[in-house]
């Protein structure tokens, strides 16, 4: 009777997945699920990964880590180009890992593209030449996120249609891919759903803009007094790398190269990180399987007996 029990588990384990927007408090919750599940944590944020990069990405502090076993947080190198196919591999690949010893595991983060391509798998997209990357990184920051948006509206239309289209992260790789292949990056889109041999059960953490814009003013002020315009300088040699073309680095690459003063790099951190939260939202929010919980009116304990139910 135990034996078949055992069968019976290793067949039908399964993956918690929080998301929602940068900081609504997906951090603390995960640690706290994880903790009552007696399991561990992979990360699906895009930056957290790298070694090199903690105060502007928001990393878990060292007393968090050591609460949980994490994975994919600080155990890459910005020099490594990590992408959603990466990711997937990757997950995939811890998930069989730690399901050969517990049957419940807990993934938390904002990065919507990682998180779908776990979920549901990623086509296979075309080896991108390296000199193609530094071009398009390279206008980027010179000529900004109007020549991105005029580039793929004009080279890519049928994309641009549907592109996120204040997002420099996601113009950039379809740009890139344009460039490389000359096809449109939809040409490379099967949308055919992967089966993955485990239960997937997705919890989408969120609470009114008001509230969330506050946590990430201060948030942000903490960054500074955390000394985040240093860690930027420590990284000034991998400024051109596409884990760097993003908020909270590039306001203060442009800061340091002068041509804006330090009050305004603070006041577009906070306006940009705004935006990538909106942005989160709404990716989010497409997806129906999401059970949301409202993280201004419950506290932690409350979330994970929602989502143990």
Known sequence: MVKNKETILKIN?????????????????????????????????????????SIGVARPSEAE????????????????????????KFALDKTEQVFTQKNQLVMVGGTGLYIRAFCDGIDPMPEIPAWIREFVVSNYQLKGLIWLQSELKHKDPAFWKIAEQSNPQRLMRALEVFYATRHSILHFRTAQKKQRPFSIIKIGLEMPMDQLTNR????????????????????????????????????????????????????????????YAKRQMTWFKKDPEFKWINMAEHSIEEAIQKILG
């Not at 900081?23 to 930056?47: M, Y």
């Not at 155990?75 to 959603?84: F, G, K, R, W």
């Not at 680095?249 to 940009?272: C, M, P, R, T, W």
């Open 13 to 53: 384990p399964t993956i918690y997945i929080l998301a929602g927007p940068t900081a609504v408090g997906k951090t603390a919750v995960s640690i706290a699920l994880a903790k009552a599940l007696n399991t561990e944590i992979i990360s699906a944020d895009s930056r957290q990964c790298f070694t090199e990069l």
């Open 65 to 88: 880590l050591a609460a949980v076993e994490h994975y994919f947080i600080a155990d890459h190198s910005v020099e490594t180009d990590i992408n959603a196919g990466y990711f997937e």
């Open 216 to 275: 990430i003013n201060l948030r942000v002020d903490q960054m500074i007094q955390d000394g985040l315009i240093e860690e930027v300088q420590s990284v000034l040699q991998y400024r051109n790398k596409p884990a760097l073309q993003t908020v909270g680095y590039k306001e203060v690459f442009d800061y340091l190269d002068g041509n804006i003063s330090k009050e305004q790099a603070i006041l577009q951190i906070k306006h940009h990180t705004r935006q």
